[in-house]
């Protein structure tokens, strides 16, 4: 009987270690997926920059936009500014 138990119990050991063993691999092979997934982002995402960066020609080139009242003459009365209230009350 004490054999039985002995061998019962080296056998629970012997499969925790192997459980324990299978986890920390399985935990190596994430974490090298996970760095692997990393960099290739990283290689992806420097390569879409250059691509659009090169796509989009030189930055600044583009003329700013003006306002509207910029745009209207100054004789025009829609260029100044109202004296007046919502209703034309003052």
């Known amino acids: ?10 056998e629970a050991k012997f499969k ?3 459980r324990a063993t299978e986890g920390a691999k399985a935990m190596s092979e994430y974490n ?3 760095h692997a ?7 992806l995402k420097a390569l879409r920059e250059a691509r659009e960066a090169a796509e989009s020609g030189p930055r600044g ?7 509207p009242r910029s745009i209207l003459s100054p004789d025009d ?7 007046t209230g ?3 009350k003052k």
Do not use: F, N, Q, Y
């Open 16 to 18: 925790k270690s192997e």
């Open 77 to 83: 009365p829609l260029a100044k500014p109202r004296k």
């Open 32 to 34: 090298a997926e996970r």
């Open 61 to 67: 080139s583009v003329a700013p936009s003006k306002s």
């Open 1 to 10: 009987m004490t054999d039985d138990r002995e061998r019962k119990a080296a």
């Open 86 to 88: 919502p209703g034309g």
């Open 37 to 43: 997934e990393r960099a290739k982002t990283v290689r």
